[in-house]
Every structure is written in C-alpha cells, then in structure tokens.
C-alpha cells in the first residue's frame, strides 16, 4: 500500500509539473513547445478535466501558429459523445472558426449546421451566427446571409433591417470578362480590374514585340521575327491574360473582405448595445 501509495503521489506531481510546464511555455509565447507540451499531458493523465484544459489550450497553440487545418483534425479526434453539452459546444464552435480561418468556407457552414443539430437550444448563438454571415459572404451566398442577418437583426432587436449592409452588395467583377479583353485588346483586362498603370506596361511590352518581329521582317531576318518577335508577344499576351485574372481576383477578395468587415463591425455592434 505505502509503495502504491507513494507511485500514485510521484505520477500526479509529474503530471502537474508537466502541466504546469506547459502553461508555462504558452505565456512566454513559446506555441510549438508548449504544445507538444499540452500533447504529453494528454497522453499520460487520465484526469478530464485536466484533459479537457489540454485540449483548449492546444488548439489555441495551434491557432497562434496559423495552423488551422492542424487545428480542425486536432479537434475532431477529441469529439466525442460523452463530452458534456458545454464542452462539445465549445469545441464545435472551434472547429467552426478554425475551419473558416483556413479558408473552407463550405465545411465551415457544414460544422455550423452540426452545432445546430447537436445543441439546438444554442443554435442561436451569436458568434456562431457571424461565423455562419462571414462564410455565406466569402461564398458570394448574398441572399441566404442577407436571412441570416435579418433574423439576427430580428432576433436581437436593436438595428433596423433597412439599413441591413445586404441592401448594397459589393460590386465584384468577372474573370471571364477580364480574360476576355486581355485576349482580343492587350492591357484592357488590366483596366477592367482597375490596374491602369500594368495595362500600360502589357501594351508597351507586346507592342515592342510586335515592333521587333515587324523590323526583323523587313531586314530579312525572317526566322528571328517569327522565333523572337512573335514568341515575345505570344509570351506577354498570354501574361497579360492571366495577370488579368489575377488582377481580377485580387479586386474581388478586397471588395468581399471590406463588405465582411462591415458585417462583421455591426453585428459586434448589435451585440455590445445588447449587453
């Protein structure tokens, strides 16, 4: 008994030191060590509440290191069904924010909709309800987010749905468009996702290599003007295209990250004049 007694003594202090070390390492900043950390407490203490500390605290390692993917397997492995109703809650609703902040949007309104059937009397949770606007918006789903927001709005009362950020949706441009005049008009497509400036520097550079292959002609240097001339404007043509398109995606991502940020700001407001 005094042997059992002194083993169990020496492993609850391990454990606690190891916990202890743990947090230690997450205060100083020190993510990754701390954890791994986190890691062996898990895998040597039995404990569940102390588990359960583990188990936040890692994921908000894995948040601090932009390790989102990481974080969202992490939090699946840890789910299961004899978690109490609050723990789960949570760790849904971490899932939910990790997989928005790795960009998938579509699994991120699927772990939305689970919350929701799991926990029903939570469904109307606001943060989770931001999440859900700001994944909508990000997929261009403008009506389905505009219900969502005006039942938020409806739900807490404090805002007038007539001012709702969906009676004027940003203006997004085309690809296709851009691709389009990139192909039949150089640097169009560059002035189409508003770059005049590089639709200046694609008209200059296809022009010189027009110019090249049309002197060339003329002096007789027929293969240089087809090898050379015609090659540095296939080459700067086909550039300019994509760089459209580029262009294009980049003034789309702009637009939509400034129209989420202005949901975003009101729904936070509703949600302090709330409290």
Not at 250 to 269: C, D, G, H, M, P
């Amino acid at each position: 008994m005094t042997c059992i007694f002194l083993c169990a003594t020496c492993t609850i202090r391990a454990q606690s030191s190891a916990l202890r070390q743990a947090d230690s390492l997450f205060r100083q900043g020190a993510y990754f060590e701390a954890s791994v950390g986190y890691e062996r407490v898990l895998f040597e203490d039995n404990n569940p509440e102390t588990a359960l500390h583990a188990i936040t605290q890692k994921i908000q390692c894995l948040k601090q290191q932009g390790l989102f993917t990481q974080a969202v397997n992490f939090i699946r492995t840890n789910l299961h069904e004899n978690l109490p109703d609050s723990t789960g809650y949570r760790l849904y609703y971490e899932q939910t924010l990790c997989t928005y902040l790795a960009g998938n949007y579509e699994n991120a309104l699927s772990v939305v909709e689970q919350a929701k059937l799991l926990y029903p009397t939570r469904s109307e949770e606001p943060r989770l309800k931001l999440l859900q606007l700001l994944s909508l918006n990000e997929l261009q789903r403008w009506e389905e987010a505009g219900h969502v927001y005006n039942a938020f709005v409806g739900r807490y009362g404090v805002a007038d749905t007539a001012l709702s950020p969906y009676k004027h949706l940003p203006h997004l441009k085309s690809k296709d468009k851009a691709q389009w005049l990139s192909t039949f008009i150089p640097g169009a497509g560059q002035i189409y996702a508003g770059k005049p400036l590089e639709a200046l520097v694609t008209i200059g550079m296809q022009g010189a290599g027009i110019w090249f292959g049309i002197v060339s002609f003329q002096q007789h240097y027929y293969l240089a003007a087809w090898l050379a001339g015609a090659g540095l404007f296939g080459s700067f043509h086909m550039g300019g295209v994509r760089r459209s398109e580029v262009l294009v995606e980049q003034y789309n991502r702009k637009k939509i990250t400034q129209f989420n940020e202005q949901v975003k700001s009101a729904v936070l407001k509703m949600m302090a004049e709330r409290q």
